[in-house]
């Protein structure tokens, strides 16, 4: 427990360096992911300052969830099939995952279902890897333009999950996508989230406009 206060320390002093030379003025939120962490490590990770937790799997997310501080927010940032939607729907904030019509469609009929707007983030795959979950860049526009026609979800921004050792140009082609997808969306006011960088690219992510950074091994150690 005493070393994840440390290691919160030391991201916030590092978060707040890149805020101040790189995009000073902004707020920058720090997303502990908890993929495979107990529930009392990260209620004590909220106890010490942290506000917002990402969940990458549902069924532990909803193993995990009644024993969470309830001051918590809660983003679900993994990969999520159709029939787990229903589950969560209405325990998350926001889905970051949504790289489909057909998930964004599901999650759209069952927020009408719940009675709640649902709030989104279009996943990229910027790197063009197979391996992982996302819309290709080259399709996002589309994707979109059809989401932005639902009743029951509001797009928000984008998440990526740039290659490891990424080039910064891969950094830079993420912003610009957020950039243009904002000037396209019919409220581009509330498309106001670049979810990208995780424990070993925060710094470079945020020099690229992130303004959310999900952090899971530098918060909570290799597990």
Known sequence: MIEIA???KRITE???KARSDYAPGSKIRIMAVTKGVPHEKVNHAVSFGIDLIGENRAQEFLQKHPFYAKKCEIHFIGGLQNNKVKYIIDKVSVIQSADSLKLISEINRRAVNSGLIMNLLIEVNIGCEYSKNGVEAGRLPVLLAQADELENV???GLMAIPPINAEENIYASMRRL???ARAKV???DEFDTLSMGMSGDYVTAIKHGANIIRIGSALFGSR
């Open 186 to 188: 019919k409220q581009p």
């Open 14 to 16: 590092n978060v707040e």
């Open 154 to 156: 509001k797009l928000r």
């Open 6 to 8: 440390e290691n919160y």
């Open 178 to 180: 957020y950039e243009d």
